[in-house]
């Protein structure tokens, strides 16, 4: 299950393009953890780009890929992450080509906003957690202290806001966490008539968001390590979509 689109959005001063806003869902990682920064395959598609229309502004945004991998390309090898780059790059560049220009006024521009109070997953603790922190790992990839601010979070009512862009007939919805991507295809599907796009991983509290079936499947992105949600989750997120993109 993918979104195979690359979806690209260009704002444009009469023929003069000001920038372009992508979106691919996918691990926006190759190989990863060698200790040396990388953009990955995401960033150096940008950049090539960035180099064949300059003086312009390009920004690229991860969609829901929480549960998609980058398949033949992630296998450790180095020279596979400037082939994927040329890839995602030759998508950029068709979709960036494909474009359909139309004259937007303030009534045509809109943001809204959708805040959301998402599940605590039933594995964390509080009082477990603040004993753990003595015994903590600075090197844990993930450890008690972010589960701790992230159970703190909850229980301070603190809500996460879902946003929505509106350009004339385009919806870009703005999501929490690693974000499964059946969340981007229900969203597409809500509006066939409308262009819809899905940038996630903006609140990265919540770690991975899977769908309600999918905590029940198991696996490590649903995991006790990786979700730090409960399934019940697909509905809030679901309903706040919905409303955003006005479903009647």
């Not at 390309?73 to 474009?99: F, V």
């Not at 809204?112 to 998402?118: A, D, G, R």
């Amino acid at each position: 299950v993918i979104d195979p689109e690359v979806s690209s959005i260009s704002f444009w001063n009469g023929e003069q393009p000001l920038s372009v806003l992508t979106y691919y869902a996918c691990h926006p990682q190759s190989y990863y953890r060698t200790g040396v920064p990388s953009p990955d395959f995401p960033g150096i598609a940008r950049f090539i780009r960035g180099q064949d229309v300059p003086d312009v502004l390009h920004v690229h945004f991860n969609g829901a890929g929480g549960n998609i991998g980058a398949g033949k390309y992630n296998d450790g090898a180095k020279e596979n992450r400037l082939i994927l780059a040329r890839r995602l790059a030759d998508g950029m560049r068709r979709a960036y080509e494909s474009t359909e220009k139309f004259p937007v006024g303030p009534s045509d521009i809109g943001w809204k906003h959708q805040p959301v109070s998402l599940p605590l997953g039933k594995h964390l603790r509080r009082k477990d957690l603040e004993g753990n922190l003595a015994d903590w790992n600075g090197k844990d990839y993930w450890s008690s202290p972010e589960q701790l601010a992230w159970v703190l979070r909850c229980e301070n009512g603190h809500q996460i806001d879902i946003a929505c862009l509106s350009l004339g007939d385009v919806r870009v919805l703005h999501m929490p966490g690693e974000l499964f991507v059946e969340y981007q295809l229900a969203a597409k599907a809500m509006r066939p008539d409308l262009h819809v796009a899905m940038a996630a991983y903006g609140d990265y509290g919540p770690g991975y968001i899977g769908t309600e079936i999918a905590y029940s499947q198991g696996g490590y992105e649903t995991s006790e390590r990786a979700s730090k949600v409960g399934p019940g989750s697909e509905k809030v997120l679901m309903d706040a979509a919905a409303k955003l993109l006005e479903v009647e």
